[in-house]
């Protein structure tokens, strides 16, 4: 039995020191920028916004692989479900479109991609409607993620008041 406790005692210790992937970010508002939201973000960031006319889109860019790209527009619906849905199934249609990698949040998915056996990139998107408007968070279209990357920039925009 006390060989028992020392086991749980260990389980759960180890479960409680598992870092945040955002724990070394900081809150960003982007208000400034033309859209009410707060992410996290590193310090460092760069934001900028570009006007598309039918939508903004804002780029956010900080150290160790932080490279997120926002869309805003009139919402298309507002079954966030739906919107995500179809966004995946454009990623799907992409050629080197691998596999979903988590899809547990109905607002958003991590996938990969793979350009050939030797490399192997992540990606993210992410939905948020507000109102009448539409965001849609992924990674930046340049450059090759790692996991880790990608789950940091995924849990950075993920609505937290639910």
């Given at each position: 039995?006390?060989?028992?406790?020392?086991?749980?005692?260990?389980?759960f210790?180890?479960?409680?020191?598992?870092?945040?992937?955002t724990?070394?970010?900081?809150?960003?508002?982007?208000?400034?920028?033309?859209?009410?939201?707060?992410i996290?973000a590193?310090?460092?960031?760069k934001v900028?916004?570009?006007?598309?006319?039918?939508?903004?889109?804002?780029?956010?860019?900080?150290?160790?692989?932080?490279?997120?790209?926002?869309?805003?527009?009139?919402?298309?619906?507002?079954?966030?479900?739906?919107?995500?849905?179809?966004?995946?199934?454009?990623?799907?249609?992409?050629?080197?479109?691998?596999?979903?990698?988590?899809?547990?949040?109905?607002?958003?998915?991590?996938y990969?991609?793979?350009?050939?056996?030797?490399?192997?990139s992540?990606?993210?998107?992410?939905?948020?409607?507000?109102?009448?408007?539409?965001?849609?968070?992924q990674?930046?279209?340049?450059?090759?993620?790692?996991?880790?990357?990608?789950?940091?920039?995924?849990?950075?925009?993920?609505?937290?008041?639910?």
């Amino acid at each position: 039995m006390k060989n028992l406790c020392i086991v749980f005692s260990v389980l759960f210790l180890l479960g409680a020191c598992q870092s945040d992937p955002t724990s070394n970010l900081k809150p960003l508002n982007l208000l400034a920028h033309g859209i009410p939201i707060t992410i996290m973000a590193p310090d460092s960031a760069k934001v900028r916004t570009m006007d598309l006319l039918v939508q903004k889109d804002i780029t956010v860019r900080g150290e160790d692989g932080y490279d997120l790209q926002i869309f805003a527009s009139d919402a298309t619906s507002t079954d966030v479900t739906k919107i995500a849905s179809e966004l995946k199934g454009e990623v799907k249609n992409n050629p080197y479109f691998s596999k979903i990698v988590d899809e547990s949040d109905p607002n958003g998915f991590i996938y990969e991609t793979k350009l050939d056996s030797t490399s192997t990139s992540y990606g993210f998107q992410l939905v948020r409607v507000m109102g009448d408007r539409e965001y849609i968070f992924q990674n930046a279209l340049m450059g090759t993620f790692s996991k880790a990357e990608i789950q940091t920039m995924y849990e950075a925009v993920k609505d937290k008041k639910k």
